[in-house]
Nanobody, 123 residues
């Protein structure tokens, strides 16, 4: 059974940094596609970043490109999201997701989801 557990969320002032972690069990992260999404109550879920274990390729939403970095430690089956220069509009619940099968894109469906970790950025 696949399980994704996020950690690292919290409260920070604008301009600060946080690093989110997603520990995967039961999932071959070394061969898969993992991503971070975020959601604010009342709004649609937004894809933030994804990483392909196949070729190490990454992709970022325009809203976070240049400030966030997604990375993966396959040996630990863990994916990270380093968030720098945080803005109040980054405030959201952040979810880790993993995908079965081929392809790695934020527009594709993801099969496994974590419970989320809250990030709050104050101005």
């Amino acid at each position: 059974q696949v399980q994704l557990v996020e950690s690292g969320g919290g409260s920070v002032q604008a301009g600060g940094s946080l690093r989110l972690s997603c520990a995967a069990s039961g999932y071959a992260s070394s061969r898969g596609c993992m991503a971070w999404f975020r959601q604010v109550p009342g709004k649609e879920r937004e894809g933030v970043a994804r990483i392909s274990a196949y070729n190490g390729g990454t992709y970022y939403a325009n809203s976070v490109r240049g400030r966030f970095t997604i990375s993966q430690d396959s040996a630990k089956s863990t994916v990270y999201l380093q968030m720098n220069s945080l803005k109040p509009e980054d405030t959201a619940m952040y979810y880790c997701a993993a995908r079965r099968g081929g392809g790695c894109s934020l527009t594709l469906s993801f099969d496994y989801w974590g419970q989320g970790t809250q990030v709050t950025v104050s101005s």
